[in-house]
């Protein structure tokens, strides 16, 4: 799996997560299958069958933010490298309007709040470019110029 991108935020979260599934919901899923066990029948014992699958959905989680964790990548305030990178805020320009975007890893995305991630085709098209490049990004509607105009 590739680098995930997170803030300390976001990655004590999912830590915080993870040591809630391992320690508090593993076991209470364990007790509804003892419990639907002990109802008989297990091809016709439809307790049975809910924790069975709601154990699979939580050991699925566990093995998702396990993964995350051990490819998580701290999200630092960008330098001043110049160019565009995950943590910098770019201001850009498109006609007369100007946008003000955090590139941010996808666990930490909300475009709606101006966070967009560095995999999305806008986030994509701003990394490792400079103040004053053009870019052309395709969209379902057609392609949208921007200007960069700053980055911090």
């Known amino acids: 799996m590739s680098k995930?991108?997170?803030?300390?935020?976001?990655?004590?979260?999912?830590?915080?997560?993870?040591?809630?599934?391992?320690?508090?919901?593993?076991?209470?899923?364990a007790q509804r299958l003892k419990q639907a066990?002990?109802?008989?029948?297990?091809?016709?014992?439809?307790?049975?069958?809910?924790?069975?699958?709601?154990?699979?959905?939580?050991?699925?989680?566990?093995?998702?933010?396990?993964?995350i964790i051990k490819n998580a990548?701290?999200?630092?305030?960008?330098g001043a490298s110049g160019t565009v990178q995950v943590g910098s805020t770019v201001t850009v320009k498109r006609g007369d309007k100007m946008f003000t975007y955090t590139i941010?890893?996808?666990?930490?995305?909300?475009?709606?709040?101006?966070?967009?991630?560095d995999e999305s085709p806008l986030g994509k098209a701003f990394m490792k470019r400079k103040v004053g490049e053009k870019v052309s990004v395709a969209t379902p509607s057609g392609s949208?110029?921007?200007?960069?105009?700053?980055?911090?």
Do not use: C, H, W
């Open 144 to 152: 949208s110029d921007y200007e960069i105009t700053k980055i911090e």
């Open 37 to 67: 066990k002990e109802y008989g029948d297990l091809s016709e014992n439809s307790e049975y069958v809910e924790a069975r699958e709601e154990q699979a959905n939580v050991e699925n989680r566990i093995f998702e933010l396990e993964d």
């Open 4 to 29: 995930e991108y997170l803030s300390k935020e976001r990655l004590e979260e999912f830590k915080a997560e993870l040591e809630e599934l391992k320690s508090k919901k593993r076991v209470e899923v």
């Open 104 to 117: 941010v890893g996808s666990y930490e995305a909300m475009p709606e709040e101006g966070r967009i991630s």
């Open 73 to 78: 990548v701290m999200i630092e305030k960008a």
